[in-house]
């Protein structure tokens, strides 16, 4: 049988003592407002994320544009599903997610983009995916073994993020940006 840094009648204790904590026990290893503050910032993303990839479907047009506004559509879908899971954990660790429109792109990482063209579009996308990848990374690796639930989180976020980006790297190979009606 495997020993326990601590034993088990003080880890029930605690358990018992600091009910209230939820989920958030001594074990937790993070600075747990750092996290909430971040996972935060994140949800400002996706949500930025979402309405980004929702005005280019609804806005795309050109010879090329079915394809490329159907994956928009699937982008903001998922994008939002991003969001619900950050805001999740957020409520999982006694924190309230902050929806607050008036401060959303502040606290985002992506930009919001309005491109009328469908090439600026793709291209806009891919640079807000690529920020996404970047910072989702770097939260991940901070995060480490202190916080190995979270981390996840932004590890699954991280992977379809990579698949977002992978999509619009795809259509800017295959549309050409020298013709008129794209």
């Known amino acids: 049988m495997a020993e326990f840094l601590t034993d088990i009648e003080t880890i029930r204790d605690r358990a018992r003592k600091e009910i209230e904590k939820g989920p958030v026990t001594d074990a937790y290893g993070a600075d747990l407002d750092r996290v909430l503050q971040v996972l935060n910032e994140a949800l400002a993303t996706e949500i930025v994320c979402t309405l980004r990839y929702k ?20 982008h903001s879908q998922e994008e939002q599903e991003h969001a619900d899971k950050l805001a999740e954990r957020i409520v999982q660790l006694g924190g309230e997610p902050d929806f607050d429109p008036d401060t959303l792109t502040r ?11 469908l090439i600026d579009m793709i291209k806009e996308d891919l640079i807000a ?4 990848i970047a910072s989702y990374t770097e939260i991940a ?40 009606g794209v």
């Open 55 to 74: 005005r280019h479907y609804f806005t795309a047009s050109g010879l090329y544009s079915e394809p490329v506004a159907a994956e928009f559509l699937e």
């Open 107 to 117: 606290r985002s990482h992506a930009q919001y983009d309005a491109s009328a063209d």
């Open 129 to 132: 995916e690529r920020v996404a």
């Open 141 to 180: 690796q901070w995060l480490g073994e202190k916080d190995p639930t979270t981390r996840r989180v932004f590890e699954d976020i991280l992977s379809q993020e990579e698949e977002h980006a992978d999509d619009m790297r795809s259509f800017l190979e295959r549309i050409p940006v020298d013709r008129p």
